[in-house]
């Protein structure tokens, strides 16, 4: 094909324009590539369709991508196409669609590769799948991917996060040691997983060996060793490490790090300074007034229960989480009264209660 002057157009032409798009996430001129590949014929072959997925995937257009992906030919997909689709939903955690379209490539005769992998297992751990797992981590001994160096960082995180979320500490740390290059994500995964588990201990031991070998711990960092701190009763450390954010490690503590430090404090009835912490937050760390709440009713505190309640309602103007547990605390306490008052009034001002969900992985 021939443009405006003479140039010629080619499949790698396209290719070549629509991954500088995808680079610079150019979804508006990469969907007038596509309309061009389209014009131009291009769009069925396997490279541009490949290139699209790419884009699309990248872009957040899981539909677009699908509608590129399903539109080739079995016969043409290559291992490229199904990464880059398998990419795609992991890009917007649509973990589901992952699994899914993990299942179907199982039944081609392509194997899978380190991209597979790093694609593949995030959506094991979402989704519970440790079955699938498992059977993927086979796969990589089995096929030299995890001996020939060619499973990076991101693979050997992704391996180690899905054990943790499936409570296989053991395996998790098995893969840790394992891996040849650790980041920060890497220490991240098993101190957050060792806390998560109880193992609060393990997770500091992890977190000082980490600051000894040279790494910069992050907020996430921050926070795994704060859950340690919390589910291990270990408050002055807790306490320490929230101080030390921003002294030592230049962090700006956000919710998730107050709220921490909170459930840490409340847990042991210290009230007082888990109230402490949550004025000293201000804005940023108004929605612990949830967690202070949950303490509260933990030991029996009906009346800071209730204003915890009412605060949380006055931070979250938005959502339904504080009017219902304002309902719940006025239940719990036998006020049936109040109780109905504030059901009426979410009912005049339109808050509904979002519907909970649960997954379990059969067979």
Known sequence: MREEGGVEISS???TGILSVCTATAD???????????????FDKEASVCNALIDLYGKCHQVHDATMVFEGLPDTDKDLFSWNSMLSAHQYSADHTGTMRLFARMRRTALLPDAVTVAAVLPACAQTAALQV??????????SGLASDGALDVF??????DMYTKSGGLDDAR?????TRQRDVASWNIMIDGYASHGSGQEALMLFHQMIEEGLVPDEVTLLGALSACSHSGLLEEGKGFLKRMKEEFGLEPQLEHYACVTD???????????????????DVGAGAWRTYLAACRMHGDKERAQEAARMLMMAEESGSGGWVLLANTYGWDGNFEELEEVR???KRQGVQKAAGCSWVEVG
């Open 12 to 14: 790698f032409t396209v």
């Open 27 to 41: 979804l508006g001129r990469g969907a007038a590539v596509h309309g061009l590949s389209v014009k131009s014929g």
């Open 133 to 142: 797992g498992r059977e993927v981590h086979g796969y990589i001994v089995t």
């Open 155 to 160: 693979a050997c995180n992704a391996l180690a």
């Open 174 to 178: 098995r893969v840790f040691d394992w």
């Open 264 to 282: 840490m404090l409340g847990r042991a009835g210290r009230l007082d300074e888990a109230r402490k912490v949550i004025e000293e937050a201000g």
């Open 344 to 346: 009426e009034e979410m």
